[in-house]
């Protein structure tokens, strides 16, 4: 499997069915190596990938992730399997342990320690009896150093999101050089700051009341005023690059030197519309 240098990011749950055949043929046209896709209180995570996979004939489809609570380890090792041999090895899959409010208020579960439970839910997945097992690609959400430590022993690399090109250095250094770095970029493509602000404060919204995400930006340098009513300038401008193409680029572009494989990206539509901004993946597409 090559990872390549460019994918998109997108949350699959605004979109029917039609729309997603549409949004998997058009990225691919595109140039775009990857499609990556959260899992939340919609489509689920195996299903969604059969189906963006079925409508593609080159894109990596990769889950960002599947939630560990949703399904147990054995499961997720047979949806691989299957996925990836039935795909010609286009699937990539991306765990996470969600957050606390998604697992005990919605799913009904106990939250319990992150890095433990990701670690036993990761060595089941690695007794597998198929010998080809370690050749299928497995990655984790990763954002604090015990989840990047784990990234780098137990699985394939990281799936940092929300995260700064400060954050990319920081999580390299934990992988080490060999392992995978896919990083989330939000980006607007937007000359106008008012407007694009308003987006970012409403793209940002749901995000910010995690604790998760929270302590990660705290630790980026970000203090309690950033994060607080909705979220500063200083922040905003930082976790959702915009401006012309130009400048998405020049932020992509810091990743990379930060270390990451591949970025990610993001659109967020600069008129709050429900639906992809095309202009801007034409704008920063490979091709």
């Not at 990938?49 to 399904?71: D, E, F, K």
Request: charge should be positive.
């Amino acid at each position: 499997m090559k990872l390549g240098r460019l994918g998109v990011w997108y949350p699959t749950d605004r979109l029917d069915a039609a729309a997603l055949a549409y949004y998997v043929k058009r990225v691919e046209a595109l140039g775009y190596a990857s499609i990556w896709y959260p899992e939340s209180t919609g489509y689920e995570s195996f299903a969604l990938a059969n189906y963006l996979l079925q409508q593609s004939r080159t894109l990596t489809v990769g889950s960002s992730i599947a939630n560990i609570y949703a399904r147990d380890a054995v499961t997720a090792r047979n949806g691989l399997f299957a996925l990836s041999r039935l795909s010609g090895n286009r699937f990539i899959l991306g765990l996470g342990v969600s957050h606390k409010p998604n697992v005990e208020g919605v799913r009904g579960h106990s939250y319990d320690r992150p890095v433990p439970t990701m670690r036993a839910y990761l060595e089941t997945i690695a007794k597998a009896s198929d010998p080809q097992a370690a050749q299928r690609p497995v990655m984790i959400a990763a954002l604090g150093s015990g989840m990047l430590k784990l990234a780098a022993s137990h699985s394939w690399g990281a799936l940092p999101y929300n995260v700064t090109p400060a954050h990319t250095k920081r999580a390299r250094a934990a992988l080490g050089p060999e392992k995978w770095l896919v990083v989330e970029q939000m980006v607007c493509l937007s000359d106008d700051l008012a407007q694009a602000r308003q987006a970012k404060r409403q793209e940002l919204a749901r995000y910010m009341v995690l604790d998760n995400y929270r302590n990660n930006w705290l630790s980026l340098g970000f203090d309690e005023q950033d994060l607080a009513q909705g979220g500063s300038d200083r922040f905003l401008d930082a976790m959702v690059v915009s401006g012309n193409a130009g400048a998405l680029k020049a932020r992509i572009d810091e990743h990379f030197a930060a270390g990451a494989n591949q970025v990610a990206i993001q659109p967020v539509h600069p008129e709050l519309k429900p639906e992809i901004d095309w202009r801007c993946l034409e704008a920063l597409a490979p091709s």
